[in-house]
Protein backbone atom coordinates (compact mmCIF):
# COMPACT_ATOMS: atom_id res chain seq x y z
CA UNK A 1 0.00 0.00 0.00
CA UNK A 2 1.31 3.81 -0.50
CA UNK A 3 2.48 4.86 2.73
CA UNK A 4 3.08 8.31 2.02
CA UNK A 5 -0.85 9.01 1.56
CA UNK A 6 -2.18 9.35 5.23
CA UNK A 7 -5.58 7.18 5.14
CA UNK A 8 -6.54 8.76 8.47
CA UNK A 9 -6.28 12.04 7.41
CA UNK A 10 -7.72 11.38 4.01
CA UNK A 11 -11.07 10.02 5.92
CA UNK A 12 -11.09 13.26 8.37
CA UNK A 13 -11.36 15.57 5.40
CA UNK A 14 -14.27 14.24 3.97
CA UNK A 15 -15.46 14.32 7.11
CA UNK A 16 -14.94 17.65 7.81
CA UNK A 17 -16.33 18.66 4.35
CA UNK A 18 -19.48 16.42 4.90
CA UNK A 19 -19.97 18.20 8.58
CA UNK A 20 -20.06 21.62 7.13
CA UNK A 21 -22.27 20.62 4.07
CA UNK A 22 -24.61 19.72 6.20
CA UNK A 23 -24.24 22.45 8.50
CA UNK A 24 -23.69 20.30 11.32
CA UNK A 25 -22.12 21.72 14.66
CA UNK A 26 -18.08 21.23 14.96
CA UNK A 27 -18.71 18.43 17.79
CA UNK A 28 -20.15 16.15 15.66
CA UNK A 29 -16.36 16.57 13.64
CA UNK A 30 -14.47 16.48 16.78
CA UNK A 31 -16.68 13.30 17.92
CA UNK A 32 -15.75 11.37 14.58
CA UNK A 33 -12.57 12.04 14.16
CA UNK A 34 -10.67 9.94 16.86
CA UNK A 35 -11.97 6.35 17.69
CA UNK A 36 -13.85 6.71 21.09
CA UNK A 37 -10.76 3.74 22.30
CA UNK A 38 -7.71 2.94 20.92
CA UNK A 39 -5.68 -0.42 22.58
CA UNK A 40 -1.95 -1.10 21.61
CA UNK A 41 -0.84 -4.75 23.01
CA UNK A 42 2.20 -6.99 22.39
CA UNK A 43 1.35 -10.34 22.47
CA UNK A 44 3.85 -12.79 22.74
CA UNK A 45 3.80 -15.80 20.46
CA UNK A 46 6.08 -19.34 21.10
CA UNK A 47 7.23 -20.31 17.93
CA UNK A 48 7.46 -24.36 16.50
CA UNK A 49 11.14 -23.99 17.09
CA UNK A 50 10.63 -22.83 21.19
CA UNK A 51 11.74 -19.34 20.62
CA UNK A 52 9.44 -16.28 21.87
CA UNK A 53 8.16 -13.43 18.93
CA UNK A 54 6.67 -10.44 20.22
CA UNK A 55 4.28 -8.67 18.18
CA UNK A 56 2.47 -5.25 17.87
CA UNK A 57 -1.55 -5.09 17.42
CA UNK A 58 -4.28 -2.98 17.36
CA UNK A 59 -7.86 -2.51 18.12
CA UNK A 60 -9.68 0.97 17.22
CA UNK A 61 -12.94 1.11 18.74
CA UNK A 62 -14.21 4.06 16.79
CA UNK A 63 -17.72 5.21 17.74
CA UNK A 64 -20.90 2.91 18.76
CA UNK A 65 -23.58 5.34 19.14
CA UNK A 66 -25.48 3.03 16.64
CA UNK A 67 -24.76 -0.52 18.05
CA UNK A 68 -21.67 -2.26 18.99
CA UNK A 69 -18.14 -1.46 17.47
CA UNK A 70 -17.88 -3.55 14.30
CA UNK A 71 -14.90 -4.49 11.86
CA UNK A 72 -12.66 -6.57 10.68
CA UNK A 73 -8.96 -8.00 12.06
CA UNK A 74 -6.15 -7.49 9.43
CA UNK A 75 -2.84 -9.57 9.32
CA UNK A 76 -0.26 -7.88 7.35
CA UNK A 77 3.38 -6.46 7.65
CA UNK A 78 2.70 -2.73 6.82
CA UNK A 79 -0.44 -2.65 9.26
CA UNK A 80 0.29 0.97 11.36
CA UNK A 81 -2.06 2.39 14.00
CA UNK A 82 -2.89 5.15 11.77
CA UNK A 83 -4.40 3.04 8.87
CA UNK A 84 -6.34 0.72 11.53
CA UNK A 85 -7.58 4.58 12.84
CA UNK A 86 -8.96 4.91 9.51
CA UNK A 87 -10.14 1.69 8.68
CA UNK A 88 -12.68 2.26 11.97
CA UNK A 89 -13.72 4.91 10.80
CA UNK A 90 -15.08 3.41 6.98
CA UNK A 91 -16.54 1.17 9.51
CA UNK A 92 -18.83 3.56 11.26
CA UNK A 93 -19.63 5.10 7.94
CA UNK A 94 -20.43 2.45 6.38
CA UNK A 95 -23.05 0.81 8.83
CA UNK A 96 -24.41 4.17 8.68
CA UNK A 97 -24.78 4.11 5.14
CA UNK A 98 -26.20 0.70 5.06
CA UNK A 99 -28.53 1.65 8.46
CA UNK A 100 -26.74 -1.65 10.14
CA UNK A 101 -27.16 -1.20 13.46
CA UNK A 102 -23.44 -1.09 14.41
CA UNK A 103 -20.80 1.50 15.08
CA UNK A 104 -17.13 1.21 13.92
CA UNK A 105 -13.66 -0.74 15.21
CA UNK A 106 -11.14 -2.44 13.46
CA UNK A 107 -7.88 -4.68 14.43
CA UNK A 108 -4.74 -4.85 13.37
CA UNK A 109 -1.58 -7.25 13.85
CA UNK A 110 1.68 -6.32 12.52
CA UNK A 111 2.87 -9.84 10.93
CA UNK A 112 3.64 -11.59 7.67
CA UNK A 113 0.63 -14.78 7.85
CA UNK A 114 2.28 -16.30 4.89
CA UNK A 115 5.14 -16.86 7.19
CA UNK A 116 3.30 -18.42 10.04
CA UNK A 117 3.44 -22.01 10.32
CA UNK A 118 -0.60 -23.47 11.12
CA UNK A 119 0.16 -23.54 14.92
CA UNK A 120 1.83 -20.52 15.38
CA UNK A 121 -1.09 -18.76 13.77
CA UNK A 122 -3.31 -20.47 16.36
CA UNK A 123 -0.92 -19.13 18.96
CA UNK A 124 -0.95 -15.63 17.50
CA UNK A 125 -4.72 -15.39 17.22
CA UNK A 126 -5.60 -16.97 20.68
CA UNK A 127 -2.70 -14.46 22.26
CA UNK A 128 -4.77 -11.08 20.58
CA UNK A 129 -7.99 -12.29 21.48
CA UNK A 130 -6.36 -12.47 25.30
CA UNK A 131 -4.88 -9.27 25.22
CA UNK A 132 -8.36 -7.21 23.78
CA UNK A 133 -10.32 -9.47 25.48
CA UNK A 134 -11.86 -7.19 28.10
CA UNK A 135 -12.95 -4.50 25.88
CA UNK A 136 -14.54 -7.33 23.07
CA UNK A 137 -18.36 -8.79 23.46
CA UNK A 138 -21.41 -9.25 21.15
CA UNK A 139 -22.99 -6.24 22.92
CA UNK A 140 -19.40 -4.07 22.61
CA UNK A 141 -17.18 -5.06 19.92
CA UNK A 142 -17.47 -8.01 17.03
CA UNK A 143 -14.42 -8.33 14.85
CA UNK A 144 -14.72 -10.13 11.70
CA UNK A 145 -12.14 -10.94 8.77
CA UNK A 146 -10.17 -8.78 7.18
CA UNK A 147 -6.96 -9.03 4.87
CA UNK A 148 -4.60 -11.91 6.14
CA UNK A 149 -7.16 -13.50 8.22
CA UNK A 150 -10.30 -16.07 7.26
CA UNK A 151 -12.89 -18.06 9.35
CA UNK A 152 -10.14 -20.81 10.31
CA UNK A 153 -9.11 -17.57 11.84
CA UNK A 154 -12.49 -16.10 13.68
CA UNK A 155 -13.05 -19.89 14.64
CA UNK A 156 -9.77 -19.98 17.19
CA UNK A 157 -10.94 -16.48 18.16
CA UNK A 158 -14.66 -17.22 19.14
CA UNK A 159 -13.29 -20.03 20.98
CA UNK A 160 -10.57 -18.28 22.67
CA UNK A 161 -13.12 -15.83 23.85
CA UNK A 162 -15.89 -18.37 24.89
CA UNK A 163 -13.40 -20.20 27.26
CA UNK A 164 -13.08 -16.49 28.48
CA UNK A 165 -16.10 -16.15 29.50
CA UNK A 166 -17.31 -19.48 30.13
CA UNK A 167 -19.58 -19.99 28.21
CA UNK A 168 -20.02 -20.54 23.98
CA UNK A 169 -20.01 -16.78 22.52
CA UNK A 170 -20.79 -17.26 18.99
CA UNK A 171 -22.26 -13.71 18.58
CA UNK A 172 -18.28 -12.13 19.41
CA UNK A 173 -17.50 -12.64 16.15
CA UNK A 174 -18.55 -13.07 12.34
CA UNK A 175 -17.43 -14.77 9.25
CA UNK A 176 -17.04 -17.87 11.58
CA UNK A 177 -17.07 -20.79 9.87
CA UNK A 178 -21.48 -21.97 8.88
CA UNK A 179 -20.51 -25.41 11.30
CA UNK A 180 -19.49 -22.88 14.40
CA UNK A 181 -22.93 -20.63 13.69
CA UNK A 182 -21.04 -18.81 10.47
CA UNK A 183 -23.68 -17.38 8.53
CA UNK A 184 -24.57 -18.92 4.79
CA UNK A 185 -23.58 -16.61 1.92
CA UNK A 186 -21.15 -14.60 4.66
CA UNK A 187 -18.10 -15.68 2.30
CA UNK A 188 -19.80 -14.23 -1.04
CA UNK A 189 -21.37 -11.56 0.86
CA UNK A 190 -18.67 -8.08 0.02
CA UNK A 191 -17.87 -9.00 -3.50
CA UNK A 192 -22.30 -9.88 -4.13
CA UNK A 193 -22.81 -6.42 -2.37
CA UNK A 194 -20.56 -5.11 -4.45
CA UNK A 195 -22.22 -6.37 -7.51
CA UNK A 196 -25.48 -5.24 -6.51
CA UNK A 197 -24.46 -1.96 -6.30
CA UNK A 198 -22.19 -2.32 -9.60
CA UNK A 199 -25.83 -3.13 -11.37
CA UNK A 200 -27.69 -0.40 -9.75
CA UNK A 201 -25.00 2.02 -11.02
CA UNK A 202 -25.00 0.44 -14.48
CA UNK A 203 -28.82 0.67 -14.92
CA UNK A 204 -28.26 4.75 -13.47
CA UNK A 205 -25.92 5.81 -16.09
CA UNK A 206 -27.29 3.37 -18.99
CA UNK A 207 -24.58 0.55 -19.18
CA UNK A 208 -25.36 -2.71 -19.77
CA UNK A 209 -24.00 -5.48 -17.65
CA UNK A 210 -24.35 -8.15 -20.59
CA UNK A 211 -20.88 -8.20 -22.73
CA UNK A 212 -19.72 -5.06 -20.23
CA UNK A 213 -15.74 -5.38 -19.77
CA UNK A 214 -14.00 -5.33 -16.23
CA UNK A 215 -10.81 -5.13 -15.18
CA UNK A 216 -10.34 -6.55 -11.30
CA UNK A 217 -6.94 -5.31 -8.73
CA UNK A 218 -6.25 -7.85 -5.93
CA UNK A 219 -7.56 -11.53 -6.74
CA UNK A 220 -8.27 -12.36 -3.48
CA UNK A 221 -11.17 -12.79 -0.97
CA UNK A 222 -13.26 -9.82 -2.50
CA UNK A 223 -11.98 -9.31 -6.07
CA UNK A 224 -12.24 -12.96 -6.92
CA UNK A 225 -15.52 -13.54 -5.67
CA UNK A 226 -16.53 -10.23 -7.31
CA UNK A 227 -15.17 -11.33 -10.79
CA UNK A 228 -17.20 -14.83 -10.83
CA UNK A 229 -20.23 -12.95 -10.09
CA UNK A 230 -19.57 -10.21 -12.85
CA UNK A 231 -19.14 -13.11 -15.06
CA UNK A 232 -21.86 -15.09 -14.14
CA UNK A 233 -23.92 -11.80 -14.97
CA UNK A 234 -22.22 -11.60 -17.96
CA UNK A 235 -19.58 -9.63 -17.87
CA UNK A 236 -16.15 -9.81 -19.44
CA UNK A 237 -13.50 -10.11 -16.98
CA UNK A 238 -9.87 -8.41 -19.15
CA UNK A 239 -7.56 -8.67 -16.42
CA UNK A 240 -7.00 -9.28 -12.97
CA UNK A 241 -4.02 -8.78 -10.31
CA UNK A 242 -2.30 -10.07 -7.34
CA UNK A 243 0.80 -9.16 -5.80
CA UNK A 244 2.86 -11.71 -7.68
CA UNK A 245 1.65 -9.66 -10.74
CA UNK A 246 -1.47 -8.81 -13.82
CA UNK A 247 -2.84 -11.19 -16.32
CA UNK A 248 -5.12 -9.80 -19.48
CA UNK A 249 -6.63 -11.55 -22.18
CA UNK A 250 -8.82 -9.29 -24.33
CA UNK A 251 -11.43 -12.68 -24.71
CA UNK A 252 -12.11 -12.56 -21.17
CA UNK A 253 -10.30 -14.81 -18.69
CA UNK A 254 -12.37 -18.25 -17.38
CA UNK A 255 -12.70 -17.07 -13.77
CA UNK A 256 -13.30 -20.17 -12.51
CA UNK A 257 -9.96 -22.15 -13.97
CA UNK A 258 -8.35 -18.82 -12.79
CA UNK A 259 -9.22 -19.52 -9.19
CA UNK A 260 -8.03 -23.42 -9.43
CA UNK A 261 -4.51 -22.14 -10.76
CA UNK A 262 -4.84 -19.46 -7.94
CA UNK A 263 -5.36 -22.50 -5.47
CA UNK A 264 -2.78 -24.53 -7.27
CA UNK A 265 0.10 -22.49 -7.42
CA UNK A 266 -0.35 -19.35 -4.83
CA UNK A 267 -0.82 -16.89 -7.34
CA UNK A 268 -2.73 -15.99 -10.78
CA UNK A 269 0.88 -15.75 -12.53
CA UNK A 270 1.36 -17.59 -15.48
CA UNK A 271 -2.32 -17.95 -16.32
CA UNK A 272 -2.40 -20.02 -19.48
CA UNK A 273 -3.94 -17.81 -22.39
CA UNK A 274 -2.99 -14.98 -20.75
CA UNK A 275 -0.58 -12.26 -21.04
CA UNK A 276 1.48 -10.56 -18.18
CA UNK A 277 1.16 -6.81 -17.58
CA UNK A 278 2.05 -4.28 -14.96
CA UNK A 279 -0.47 -3.00 -12.25
CA UNK A 280 -0.34 0.47 -14.09
CA UNK A 281 -1.23 -1.40 -17.43
CA UNK A 282 -3.56 -2.83 -15.76
CA UNK A 283 -5.71 0.39 -14.71
CA UNK A 284 -4.97 2.14 -17.43
CA UNK A 285 -7.13 -0.61 -19.64
CA UNK A 286 -9.81 0.42 -21.38
CA UNK A 287 -12.83 -1.41 -19.44
CA UNK A 288 -16.57 -0.62 -18.59
CA UNK A 289 -16.02 -1.34 -14.69
CA UNK A 290 -12.51 -0.94 -12.92
CA UNK A 291 -12.86 -2.81 -9.16
CA UNK A 292 -10.17 -2.22 -7.26
CA UNK A 293 -10.12 -4.73 -4.85
CA UNK A 294 -6.51 -4.93 -3.00
CA UNK A 295 -5.59 -2.09 -0.41
CA UNK A 296 -5.53 1.84 -0.30
CA UNK A 297 -4.26 4.33 -2.20
CA UNK A 298 -4.04 2.55 -5.49
CA UNK A 299 -5.61 5.35 -7.90
CA UNK A 300 -4.15 8.38 -6.99
CA UNK A 301 -3.46 12.06 -8.70
CA UNK A 302 -0.41 10.19 -10.73
CA UNK A 303 -2.25 7.60 -12.24
CA UNK A 304 -6.49 8.50 -12.11
CA UNK A 305 -5.98 10.55 -15.94
CA UNK A 306 -4.99 7.65 -16.99
CA UNK A 307 -7.90 5.51 -15.94
CA UNK A 308 -10.65 4.58 -18.53
CA UNK A 309 -13.53 3.18 -17.12
CA UNK A 310 -17.07 4.02 -16.55
CA UNK A 311 -17.80 2.85 -13.13
CA UNK A 312 -15.19 2.07 -10.39
CA UNK A 313 -16.43 0.18 -7.90
CA UNK A 314 -14.60 -0.14 -5.13
CA UNK A 315 -14.16 -3.24 -3.55
CA UNK A 316 -11.40 -2.29 -1.38
CA UNK A 317 -11.80 0.37 1.67
CA UNK A 318 -9.89 3.46 0.54
CA UNK A 319 -8.20 2.57 -3.28
CA UNK A 320 -8.91 6.15 -4.27
CA UNK A 321 -7.40 9.20 -2.80
CA UNK A 322 -9.10 12.59 -2.63
CA UNK A 323 -7.16 13.70 -6.06
CA UNK A 324 -7.96 10.97 -7.52
CA UNK A 325 -11.30 11.87 -6.92
CA UNK A 326 -11.31 15.11 -8.32
CA UNK A 327 -10.18 13.97 -11.30
CA UNK A 328 -12.41 10.82 -11.97
CA UNK A 329 -15.01 13.17 -11.33
CA UNK A 330 -13.98 15.58 -13.84
CA UNK A 331 -13.81 13.08 -16.42
CA UNK A 332 -17.41 12.10 -15.76
CA UNK A 333 -16.30 8.68 -14.16
CA UNK A 334 -18.81 7.44 -11.57
CA UNK A 335 -16.57 5.88 -8.48
CA UNK A 336 -19.06 3.70 -5.95
CA UNK A 337 -17.49 4.48 -2.60
CA UNK A 338 -15.98 1.73 -0.37
CA UNK A 339 -18.47 2.65 2.50
CA UNK A 340 -21.42 1.91 -0.07
CA UNK A 341 -19.69 -0.62 -2.45
CA UNK A 342 -18.15 -3.03 -0.12
CA UNK A 343 -20.58 -2.93 2.66
CA UNK A 344 -22.17 -6.28 1.82
CA UNK A 345 -19.91 -7.97 4.06
CA UNK A 346 -20.67 -6.12 7.19
CA UNK A 347 -24.16 -6.27 6.28
CA UNK A 348 -23.95 -10.13 5.60
CA UNK A 349 -21.85 -10.06 9.46
CA UNK A 350 -24.83 -8.44 10.95
CA UNK A 351 -27.34 -10.97 9.68
CA UNK A 352 -24.71 -13.81 11.29
CA UNK A 353 -25.06 -11.78 14.40
CA UNK A 354 -28.91 -11.41 14.02
CA UNK A 355 -28.90 -15.60 13.76
CA UNK A 356 -26.29 -16.47 16.63
CA UNK A 357 -28.21 -14.07 19.13
CA UNK A 358 -31.71 -15.50 18.09
CA UNK A 359 -30.46 -19.25 17.76
CA UNK A 360 -32.14 -19.68 14.36
CA UNK A 361 -30.40 -20.07 11.00
CA UNK A 362 -31.59 -18.89 7.24
CA UNK A 363 -31.25 -20.48 4.09
CA UNK A 364 -28.61 -18.62 1.29
CA UNK A 365 -31.80 -17.36 -0.51
CA UNK A 366 -32.56 -15.57 2.55
CA UNK A 367 -29.52 -13.87 3.56
CA UNK A 368 -28.92 -12.98 -0.25
CA UNK A 369 -32.07 -11.56 -0.57
CA UNK A 370 -32.19 -9.40 2.50
CA UNK A 371 -28.50 -8.47 1.44
CA UNK A 372 -29.94 -7.40 -1.95
CA UNK A 373 -32.51 -5.36 -0.37
CA UNK A 374 -30.00 -3.39 1.85
CA UNK A 375 -27.61 -2.61 -0.62
CA UNK A 376 -30.05 -1.24 -3.22
CA UNK A 377 -32.09 0.72 -0.43
CA UNK A 378 -28.46 2.05 0.76
CA UNK A 379 -27.65 2.60 -2.85
CA UNK A 380 -30.88 4.77 -3.67
CA UNK A 381 -30.82 6.98 -0.62
CA UNK A 382 -27.19 8.03 -1.60
CA UNK A 383 -27.66 8.38 -5.91
CA UNK A 384 -30.69 10.47 -4.65
CA UNK A 385 -28.54 12.61 -2.86
CA UNK A 386 -25.53 12.90 -5.05
CA UNK A 387 -28.42 13.82 -7.96
CA UNK A 388 -29.70 16.35 -5.36
CA UNK A 389 -27.09 18.31 -4.48
CA UNK A 390 -24.96 18.83 -7.48
CA UNK A 391 -22.20 19.51 -5.42
CA UNK A 392 -21.06 15.90 -4.04
CA UNK A 393 -19.88 13.12 -5.96
CA UNK A 394 -20.91 9.70 -4.91
CA UNK A 395 -18.56 9.15 -2.15
CA UNK A 396 -19.58 12.84 -0.52
CA UNK A 397 -23.49 11.62 -0.77
CA UNK A 398 -22.42 8.63 1.26
CA UNK A 399 -20.66 10.47 3.58
CA UNK A 400 -23.69 13.00 4.14
CA UNK A 401 -25.82 9.78 4.39
CA UNK A 402 -23.97 8.81 6.88
CA UNK A 403 -22.99 11.18 9.11
CA UNK A 404 -26.83 12.87 9.05
CA UNK A 405 -27.62 9.09 10.50
CA UNK A 406 -24.71 9.26 13.22
CA UNK A 407 -25.17 12.78 13.90
CA UNK A 408 -28.85 11.93 14.32
CA UNK A 409 -27.99 9.11 16.84
CA UNK A 410 -25.58 10.86 18.89
CA UNK A 411 -27.67 14.57 19.01
CA UNK A 412 -30.24 12.48 20.41
CA UNK A 413 -27.90 10.40 22.88
CA UNK A 414 -27.37 13.86 24.28
CA UNK A 415 -23.49 13.61 23.58
CA UNK A 416 -23.54 16.70 21.56
CA UNK A 417 -24.58 19.12 24.21
CA UNK A 418 -28.19 21.23 23.91
CA UNK A 419 -26.87 24.07 22.00
CA UNK A 420 -24.56 22.52 19.30
CA UNK A 421 -27.09 23.31 16.61
CA UNK A 422 -30.65 23.98 16.34
CA UNK A 423 -33.03 21.58 13.67
CA UNK A 424 -33.76 24.37 11.85
CA UNK A 425 -30.34 24.86 11.13
CA UNK A 426 -29.17 21.80 10.12
CA UNK A 427 -30.33 19.12 7.23
CA UNK A 428 -31.04 15.70 8.99
CA UNK A 429 -33.60 15.47 6.59
CA UNK A 430 -32.07 14.56 3.12
CA UNK A 431 -34.69 13.64 0.95
P1 LIG B 1 -7.28 -10.71 0.53
O1 LIG B 1 -6.00 -10.73 1.26
O2 LIG B 1 -8.08 -11.97 0.40
O3 LIG B 1 -7.05 -10.18 -0.97
C1 LIG B 1 -6.27 -9.09 -1.31
C2 LIG B 1 -5.70 -9.37 -2.68
O4 LIG B 1 -5.04 -8.21 -3.16
C3 LIG B 1 -4.66 -10.49 -2.70
O5 LIG B 1 -4.89 -11.31 -3.84
C4 LIG B 1 -3.33 -9.76 -2.84
O6 LIG B 1 -2.36 -10.54 -3.52
C5 LIG B 1 -3.77 -8.58 -3.67
N1 LIG B 1 -2.91 -7.40 -3.59
C6 LIG B 1 -2.35 -6.82 -2.51
N2 LIG B 1 -1.67 -5.74 -2.87
C7 LIG B 1 -1.79 -5.63 -4.22
C8 LIG B 1 -1.32 -4.72 -5.19
N3 LIG B 1 -0.58 -3.67 -4.84
N4 LIG B 1 -1.66 -4.90 -6.47
C9 LIG B 1 -2.44 -5.95 -6.84
N5 LIG B 1 -2.92 -6.85 -5.96
C10 LIG B 1 -2.59 -6.69 -4.68
O7 LIG B 1 -8.15 -9.54 1.18
P2 LIG B 1 -9.70 -9.23 1.00
O8 LIG B 1 -10.43 -9.75 2.18
O9 LIG B 1 -10.13 -9.63 -0.37
O10 LIG B 1 -9.69 -7.65 1.14
C11 LIG B 1 -9.34 -6.81 0.06
C12 LIG B 1 -9.83 -5.41 0.35
O11 LIG B 1 -11.24 -5.43 0.58
C13 LIG B 1 -9.23 -4.74 1.59
O12 LIG B 1 -9.14 -3.36 1.36
C14 LIG B 1 -10.27 -5.02 2.65
O13 LIG B 1 -10.19 -4.10 3.74
C15 LIG B 1 -11.52 -4.84 1.84
N6 LIG B 1 -12.71 -5.45 2.40
C16 LIG B 1 -12.76 -6.79 2.64
C17 LIG B 1 -13.93 -7.34 3.15
C18 LIG B 1 -14.08 -8.81 3.37
O14 LIG B 1 -15.20 -9.25 3.69
N7 LIG B 1 -13.04 -9.63 3.15
C19 LIG B 1 -15.03 -6.52 3.44
C20 LIG B 1 -14.94 -5.15 3.16
C21 LIG B 1 -13.78 -4.64 2.63
Known sequence: MNKEINSFEIVNGLIDSS?????????????????????????????????????TAYRSQHNNALGPYKGGIRFHQDVDLDEVKALS????????????????????????????????MERLCRGYVRAIAPVLGSEVDVPAPDVGTNGQVMAWMMDEFSRFKNHNEFGVITGKPVILGGSRGRIEATSRGCVFTIREAARAIGLKLKDATVVVQGFGNVGAIAARLLKDDGCRILAVSDTSGAIYNPRGLDISTLEEHKACTGSVKDFPGSQSITNEELLALSCDILVPAALENQITGANAAQIKAKIVAEGANGPTTPEADRILAARNIMVLPDVLANAGGVTVSYFEWVQNNSGYYWCEDEVNERLERKMVEAFNEVYCLYKKRKDVDMRGAAYMVAISHLAEAMRIRGWLGTQMYSDAKCEFKLA
Do not use: H
Open 89 to 120: SWMTLKCAVLNVPYGGGKGGVIVNPKELSFGE
Open 19 to 55: VKKLNLGRAVYDLLSQPQRVLTVTIPVQMDDGSVKMY
